[in-house]
């Protein structure tokens, strides 16, 4: 029985390593909080970028889980980048994240085909709900 147990942890705790997660916020300090949080919850495979171009490069060469994207970014913001991550075949899962003053513009982004989005102030129990519906692996 105790084998089982612990077999069956660390196939949750492998699940769990072969997420990767792309981060992209245009603000550094914005990415360091959003890893550290999701680190928080096991995972490991985490790769940033600082504006929608640099994320669409990644995105391209990388096999991903899911997006974490600010909204408001420079050269592309984060609903262009959705709009483009969507055309691709099989994409990964995209969560939209923006500030309450930005709540209108949601509307537009739901009717773009955005399904999961976050509204700042971000906290890790946000984030772990959030990434739970996306990845059932997360639930405890």
């Not at 075949?89 to 989005?117: C, I, Q």
């Amino acid at each position: 029985k105790r084998f089982l147990s612990i077999y069956f942890i660390g196939q949750f705790m492998l699940q769990r390593k072969n997420i990767t997660i792309l981060v992209v916020d245009d603000s550094e300090s914005m990415r360091k909080v959003l890893i550290s949080i999701i680190k928080s919850f096991g995972i490991d495979n985490i790769l940033e970028a600082n504006n929608g171009i640099a994320a669409l490069n990644i995105i391209k060469e990388q096999e991903l889980n899911v997006i974490l994207c600010d909204w408001e970014m420079p050269k592309m913001n984060g609903l262009e980048l959705f709009i483009e991550v969507k055309k691709m075949r099989n994409p990964p899962a995209f969560v939209l994240v923006t500030s309450n003053a930005e709540m209108g513009k949601v509307k537009d982004a739901v009717a773009k085909g955005v399904k999961h989005y976050i509204v700042k102030p971000i906290k890790p129990e946000t984030i772990l709900k959030k990434l739970s519906t996306i990845l059932p692996i997360l639930n405890y």
